[in-house]
């Protein structure tokens, strides 16, 4: 699992595909308390 | 001059063997207390050392030692030390875990109310732990050898009574951990009670944020300080003990009163001699019992069985011990925000835990570039992936591309690659 965090909102679409790219299969995307967006990835179930 | 040299060498001497006793004295607790955790470790459990009362889900403990530290320490002591306490939660969520069970209800605060239940008892148990959801453990067996001392480095009194009545150092023991009570909450409702802490103390965090540390061959490396965050307690509200001799003397059983033993193990041939060989023993068995309740007071030691070789004794602690625990990890980001929860026991035994990775976001010119590249050829993902298992082996392109910490990553994969 690898997770991103504080990644602006205008960033969040992009770090998202390089995950998917990555061979992500689950990707998780939380708004955190500070405006900014945590971007989890996972690669097994 | 000569009586004096010999002086001088006998006392020498002396020093040198009292020295000597001391270290096989030493080792041997370090021995039996290793012993000790090792029997709670077999039990997926992490050993409570010292035993306390006062460990509770909920504490957060700061962890600055390596994990190769950890790990070595684990394995030389059988526990981990558990010496930087930094808070005290108190979590909430109990009615939603035990649905009500174990008297838990919405105001409940544990283990407060197994603790000191309301109203006070006025007679034993003064505690509610036999409320508790309960828990079992496999038996403890040591052995004391002679001239080593009759000290154990766990906290029961029962056995040196036991070695007392035996009039012997020499023993073999066996201790099962009586009256065992657990409790605790599961990670995901800890937490976000962690993060909210956490939120409130990111000043005092950001001081233990990763830091690079030159080691001793002069070589530089990353360090993490983490969070450690009790989950769940095991408690203990006494031992059961028996100490088998393994001495051949030592027909007598004294514990300081004066006792009649001859009948106590000869049970005889004829009904009557057995009558009495078993009121004797019934005697003689309550008399050593108020002996040794006269010599341990502040510890309830009961015999169970006494023969010339043997002893079997119950004792309940005054208040009920912790005797291990389960926790789980959080590392310290740069922010001094928290990353994933990863289990302490699996992590400080060396099994293979899904580290996660936690970075924060940051990017720069050669982030686009390497995007860029990346797009131009299906080939270049494969060879930036060779690159990176050679370079960075825990690292995934994406993070690569995304993180803050990896700027001067990103500017090695430029020039070593020769992406434009």
């Known amino acids: 699992m690898q997770s991103i965090t504080n990644v602006p909102a205008v960033n969040v679409g992009r770090v998202v595909q390089d995950f998917i790219d990555d061979g992500a299969i689950k990707v998780l995307v939380e708004a955190a308390e500070n405006g900014l967006y945590t971007v989890t990835a996972s690669w097994t179930t | ?420």
């Not at chain 2, 029997?39 to 050993?47: D, F, N, Y």
């Not at chain 2, 007598?252 to 009948?263: C, H, I, N, Q």
């Open chain 2, 1 to 420: 001059m000569k009586v004096r040299f010999l002086v001088v060498l006998a006392m020498f001497l002396c020093l040198a063997s009292c020295r000597t006793l001391e270290k096989s004295k030493a080792k041997q607790l370090s021995r039996v207390a290793k012993d000790w955790c090792l029997t709670i470790r077999a039990s997926q459990v992490l050993p409570a050392y010292p035993l306390t009362e006062d460990l509770q889900v909920g504490d957060v403990f700061l962890v600055s030692t390596p994990l190769e530290e950890e790990v070595h320490d684990l394995e030389e002591d059988g526990f981990l030390p558990l010496d930087n306490v930094i808070a005290r939660l108190q979590p909430t969520g109990w009615q939603q875990f035990y649905n009500g069970a174990y008297s838990v209800t919405d105001t409940s605060t544990l283990p407060k109310q197994w603790q000191f239940p309301t109203p006070a008892p006025t007679s034993a148990p003064f505690t509610q732990w036999s409320v508790a959801p309960g828990a079992a453990f496999p038996s403890y067996t040591f052995q004391i050898k002679s001239g080593s001392g009759a000290s154990l480095a766990i906290p029961i009194q029962s056995v040196p009574v036991g070695l007392t009545l035996l009039q012997t150092a020499d023993a073999y023991g066996t201790v099962n951990i009586a009256s065992a009570s657990t409790y605790g909450l599961p990670i995901t409702t800890l937490t976000p009670q962690i993060e909210a802490w956490a939120l409130a103390n990111q000043d005092f965090l950001r001081q233990y944020a990763p830091h690079t540390k030159r080691t001793r061959r002069g070589k530089t490396e990353e360090q993490s300080n983490y969070v450690r965050v009790v989950y769940r307690v095991y408690v203990a509200g006494g031992v059961n003990v028996s100490l088998i001799s393994n001495q051949s003397r030592g027909a007598r059983v004294d514990a300081g009163a004066s006792v009649k033993t001859p009948a106590l193990f000869d049970a005889g041939g004829a009904t009557n001699e057995s009558v009495n060989a078993a009121t004797n023993y019934s005697q003689v068995l309550q008399s050593l019992s108020q002996s040794v309740a006269a010599a341990t007071p502040g510890a309830s030691v009961q015999l169970a069985s006494v023969s010339s070789r043997s002893v079997a004794m119950n004792e309940t602690f005054p208040r009920p011990l912790v005797i291990g625990y389960l926790a789980f990890d959080r590392e310290i980001l740069p922010d001094g925000h928290l990353g994933p929860a990863l289990p302490t026991h699996a992590r400080v035994s060396g099994e293979d835990v899904n580290e996660a990775v936690t970075v924060a976001f940051g990017e720069d010119k050669n982030t686009g570039r390497i995007r860029s590249w990346l797009e131009a050829s299906p080939a270049n993902r494969d060879r930036l992936n060779s690159w990176l298992s050679s370079n960075a082996p825990n690292t995934t392109i994406a993070v690569l591309l995304n993180s803050d910490q990896n700027r001067q990553l990103r500017a090695n994969a430029v020039v070593a690659l020769a992406i434009p």
